[in-house]
């Protein structure tokens, strides 16, 4: 994220995202424990909604179950969960994984996972 000069990560089966900060002389590395697996993100525009005071910073992000708004440093949704087709329909260990913004930041892409 260069608006914050950081890389971020997530480590999916852990259910944690990492936010390596590259600031001045140091980096510091923080990790945000998640309520499921974290499998794609992508950045938002604005980071927070208009007219909210919060100060963190808001992502889509895919889940292991579908899509979301959701502060990923501070442990709250900006939406509800997304409606639409059963991700896992076999009940097999599947999940969405690996998604991709768009150049225009419209759409988010994720492919699947089985097992």
Request: glycine letters at 12%.
């Amino acid at each position: 994220d260069d608006r914050q000069n950081a890389v971020l990560f997530t480590s999916i089966l852990d259910r944690k995202f990492h936010k390596l900060s590259l600031r001045e002389q140091s980096a510091k590395l923080q990790t945000f424990d998640q309520p499921k697996m974290v499998c794609a993100f992508g950045l938002l525009e604005q980071s927070m909604p208009i007219g909210s005071s919060d100060s963190g910073h808001g992502y889509i992000v895919a889940w292991d179950d579908g899509f979301q708004l959701y502060d990923l440093e501070g442990g709250k949704p900006l939406s509800p969960m997304s409606q639409g087709e059963i991700v896992n329909r076999s009940g097999l260990p599947d999940r969405l994984n690996d998604g991709r913004v768009d150049p225009t930041g419209k759409r988010m892409v994720c492919g699947g996972c089985a097992g």
